[in-house]
């Protein structure tokens, strides 16, 4: 099975600033990578495709990039309705599996 | 637009069954592979099972094998996900997704 490590578990940052979530694959999964938003209660929501592919209607702020082994999230502008969890997936091959989550705080 | 409807689920005893259901729209059903995921209470996001756009693949995590069976109606734009002998472990809320899109979610209780 492909592990997917993600740093960090959680962070706090304040309203307009950049962060940063990295995600790395215990092997290659060349650009199969995707980037979740998940908010209490909610369905988690794609926000990444294909290690870098906006999905439509996501906004810009978000941006992916990466591939083979490790990956970055970036969320710039941070406004208070980014606040939740994201997380990573790998889907190269079956068992598909996640990272284990970095909860976003904003100040 | 893709949409995805889950039904089913609900409160169980250890060791009896139930059967979600998933029916989608705005996309052609037969092209497309469709997958279980579920998230226990707290916890984080955990693949199920997947079946193949023609439904010859099933595809199944080590904790579900041999007890869930997935399978998926094309003339009912269907999936369905057959849950046999639960354990208090199977406590989750289910979704359905296709791809990257996923529905909103069902919650299976598993207690006596």
């Known amino acids: 099975d492909i592990q997917m490590t993600q740093s960090p578990s959680s962070l706090s940052a304040s309203v307009g600033d950049r962060v940063t979530i990295t995600c790395r694959a215990s092997?290659?999964?060349?650009?199969?990578l995707a980037w979740f938003q998940q908010k209490p209660g909610k369905a988690p929501k794609s926000l990444i495709s294909?290690?870098?592919s906006l999905q439509s209607g996501v906004p810009s702020k978000f941006s992916g990039s990466g591939s083979g082994t490790d990956f970055t999230l970036t969320i710039s502008s941070l406004q208070p309705e980014d606040s939740a969890t994201y997380y990573c997936?790998?889907?190269?091959?079956?068992?598909?599996?996640f990272g284990q989550g970095t909860r976003l705080e904003i100040k | 637009e893709v949409q995805l409807e889950e039904s089913g689920g609900g409160l169980v005893q250890p060791g009896g069954s139930l059967r979600l259901s998933c029916a989608a729209s705005?996309?052609?059903?037969?092209?497309?592979?469709m997958s279980w995921f579920r998230q226990a209470p707290g916890k984080g996001l955990e693949w199920v099972s997947s079946?193949?756009?023609?439904?010859?693949?099933?595809y199944y995590a080590d904790s579900v094998k041999g007890r869930f069976t997935i399978s998926r109606d094309k003339s009912k734009n269907t999936v369905f996900l057959q849950m046999n002998s639960l354990r208090a472990e199977d406590t989750a809320v289910y979704f359905c997704?296709?791809?990257?899109?996923w529905g909103q979610g069902r919650l299976v209780t598993v207690s006596s």
């Open positions: 997704a296709k791809e990257r899109v």
């Open positions: 705005g996309f052609i059903f037969f092209n497309f592979a």
């Open positions: 079946i193949s756009g023609s439904g010859g693949g099933t």
């Open positions: 092997q290659g999964i060349s650009t199969f």
């Open positions: 294909a290690a870098s």
């Open positions: 997936q790998q889907y190269d091959s079956y068992p598909i599996t």
